[in-house]
Every structure is written in structure tokens, then in C-alpha cells.
């Protein structure tokens, strides 16, 4: 059974940083790309980053670029996205998706998502 | 960037009654690669339709997509209770940005 299982929201402050996980299990995580997708608070859906199965291409956003990097560990079937000079705008659940099939982008399982609040 | 625009916004019908979505993109979506999501309060998106309109693996066949080009259409034939959510298309074309329509929330009348 797949699961996808996200960590490391919290309540952080304007200009501060965070790290997000999702761990992984139930598919051989190396065979796939991962994506980051966020929600603000009563609002629609919204890509934020991907990164290949062989960890070897990331993609971004615009609001993001050059402050949010996604990274991962195939050892540890481990998805990561580091978070830095974070805004209001950040605000939002954030879930990790799995990639259906290779060079495809749409995603057939999604974690639970984890909660980021920025604010002061 | 690819805009998808879904309409309408919200969708008021009886349980039994036919369910009738709207995504248009500003541009062509090549190879029609274009997926929707249902999404309820509290869960997470869960795919229904890829490719415009292959169905996911587990979900009913009153769930159907169509369409082409800009303009595609997710039709649930028959609304049962738990068919009551917000709707989300998503197109997949080529290197990102990915983007995500607005969403359609079908709510019981």
C-alpha cells in the first residue's frame, strides 16, 4: 500500500525558514518524481516544486524560486523541501504527491498534507 | 503558462442528477494531457481522470472525461451522496509550471 506521510509544518515567522519531509512507502521511490502542492486556507490548488525519481532534475514555481529547494534521499525513500525567506504568501497545507508514471505529472497518490503559518 | 479556468464555480444539484464540469485552457493542452481531482473537505485531492479521459484505477464509471484541445468536461452521470466535493483539472503538459483550475464545488441542492 502506498503512503506518503508529511512532516515539519509549524508556526514559523516572517523571513524565517522550515524544512518539510514526506516519507515514503509502499512503491520503489526511486522510480518515481516527486512534487510539492500547496493550499492556502480556503483556496484552490497550487504546484510548487518537483524533483526527478533519479534526483537529477527540480523545478520550481516562480513565487518560490531561489528561496524554496527540494531535495530528497532515495535511501530513505525521503522527500524533502527546504523553505527559506518565508511570507505570508507561504501560508498553506502542503502536500507531497507521487508522479503517476515516468514523464507524466499527474498524481495518482497524495499525503495527508502538513500545515505552514507564517506569521508574527 | 498554461490558465485553466473551471466553471461554474458552484454547482447546486439533487443526488441521482447528471453533473456537468467545465475546464477551459488558454491554449491547447497537447496530447491531452489534462487530469481532474476530487477533493472533500478535510482530505486530499484524489485522482479521477488522466489523459483527458482514462479513469484512475478504483474510480466508478459514472465518473467520465472528455474534451480536447482548450476545452474539457468531467461528467458525473448519476450524483451519489459522497460524489458532493470540490472538483479540481489539472494540466500536465510538457516541463512545468503545472497548473490547476480554480476548482467547481458541486453541492447538494
Known amino acids: 500500500e502506498v503512503q506518503l506521510v508529511e512532516s515539519g509544518g509549524a508556526l514559523v515567522q516572517p523571513g524565517g525558514s522550515l524544512r518539510l519531509s514526506c516519507a515514503a512507502s509502499g512503491f520503489i521511490f526511486t522510480n518515481y518524481a516527486m512534487t510539492w502542492v500547496r493550499q492556502a486556507p480556503g483556496k484552490g490548488l497550487e504546484w510548487v516544486s518537483a524533483?526527478?525519481?533519479?534526483?537529477?532534475?527540480?523545478y520550481y514555481t516562480d513565487s518560490v524560486k531561489g528561496r524554496f529547494t527540494v531535495s530528497r534521499d532515495n535511501s530513505k525513500n525521503t522527500l524533502y523541501l527546504q523553505m527559506n525567506s518565508l511570507g505570508a504568501e507561504d501560508t498553506a497545507l502542503y502536500y507531497c504527491a507521487k508522479n503517476a508514471a515516468s514523464g507524466t505529472a499527474f498524481y495518482d497518490y497524495w499525503g495527508q498534507g502538513t500545515l505552514v503559518t507564517v506569521s508574527s | 503558462e498554461i490558465v485553466l479556468t473551471q466553471s461554474p464555480g458552484t454547482l447546486s444539484l439533487s443526488p441521482g442528477e447528471r453533473a456537468t464540469l467545465s475546464c477551459r485552457a488558454s491554449?491547447?493542452?497537447?496530447?491531452?494531457?489534462l487530469a481532474w481531482y476530487q477533493q472533500k473537505p478535510g482530505q486530499a485531492p484524489r485522482l479521477l481522470i488522466y489523459?483527458?479521459?482514462s479513469r484512475a484505477t478504483g474510480i466508478p464509471d459514472r465518473f467520465s472525461g472528455s474534451g480536447s484541445g482548450t476545452d474539457f468536461t468531467l461528467t458525473i452521470s448519476r450524483l451519489e451522496p459522497e460524489d458532493f466535493a470540490v472538483y479540481y483539472c489539472?494540466?500536465?503538459?510538457?516541463?512545468?509550471?503545472?497548473?490547476f483550475g480554480g476548482g467547481t464545488k458541486v453541492e447538494i441542492k
Open positions: 491554449q491547447s493542452v497537447s496530447r491531452n494531457y
Open positions: 489539472q494540466q500536465y503538459v510538457g516541463s512545468p509550471p503545472i497548473t
Open positions: 489523459g483527458a479521459s
Open positions: 524533483i526527478s525519481g533519479d534526483d537529477v532534475s527540480t
